[in-house]
């Protein structure tokens, strides 16, 4: 059961180049999201989708894209990386079964920009 | 908006010491709470939640009572071990929010020596 996987597990850009995280969940799940993780600020939310074809704002969207074309996977973009962007970005999804069904996390994409 | 504040680390303890980490809470309505765990080089794991006004989540011997009247969400322990070594974080999901979107605290680092 592989639940929430992301790809790749690090990578290292220059700045201005592009690239696109992978995000794919196997258990059936309607929304996902895509956080950043920063040391002493927790998860900020950066962009969401409530279903196939949808993406949300988060907090901190400005500088990413998203895309939803298939339920099981969310593809976070960078378009011209910055250094401010050196995270780690961890996806997420979760049922809608109920507003209090728990988000399931990938293990994390190290992303550092130079 | 929402957020959610919680005690600064690292806290490092001896095995079979008394873990508290404390989590208070500023949201509208009545929101639903959560504590997630990141073990190193992971993604983040629902530990515990709670839905409701003195509700007591637990699991894997921590416990969290949801009180309202203090706006506190605290996480406890009564004997950790050096593999509760970990990152926590509070959440919480307002009653208002779409796509079960959660807010996150800083997260607080807690390191178990033998």
């Known amino acids: 059961n592989a639940g929430v996987t992301q790809t790749p597990k690090f990578r290292v850009l220059k700045t201005g180049q592009s690239m696109t995280l992978l995000c794919a969940q196997d258990m059936n799940h309607e929304y996902m999201y895509w956080y950043r993780q920063d040391p002493g600020m927790g998860l900020r939310l950066i962009h969401y989708s409530v279903g196939e074809g949808t993406t949300a704002k988060g907090e901190v969207p400005d500088g990413y894209n998203v895309s939803r074309l298939k339920k099981q996977n969310f593809l976070l973009g960078l378009e011209s990386a910055a250094p401010s962007q050196t995270s780690v970005y961890f996806c997420?999804?979760?049922?809608?079964?109920?507003?209090?069904?728990?988000?399931?996390f990938g293990d994390g994409t190290r992303l550092s920009i130079l | 908006g929402n957020s959610v504040t919680q005690m600064e680390g690292p806290v490092t303890l001896s095995e079979e010491a008394f873990l508290t980490i404390n989590c208070t809470y500023t949201?509208?309505?009545?929101?639903?709470l959560f504590w997630y765990v990141q073990y190193p080089g992971e993604g983040l794991q629902l530990l515990l939640k709670?839905?409701?006004?003195?509700d007591k989540g637990s699991n894997k011997g921590f416990e969290a009572t949801y009180r309202k009247e203090t706006t506190s969400f605290h996480l406890e322990k009564g004997s950790v071990q050096v593999s509760d070594s970990a990152v926590y974080f509070c959440?919480?999901?307002?009653?208002?929010?779409?796509?079960?979107?959660?807010?996150f605290g800083g997260g607080t680092r807690v390191l178990v020596k033998p």
């Open positions: 709670a839905t409701k006004a003195d």
């Open positions: 997420a999804s979760s049922s809608t079964g109920g507003y209090n069904q728990p988000q399931h």
């Open positions: 959440a919480l999901r307002g009653s208002e929010a779409a796509g079960n979107k959660l807010t």
């Open positions: 949201a509208t309505g009545y929101p639903s």
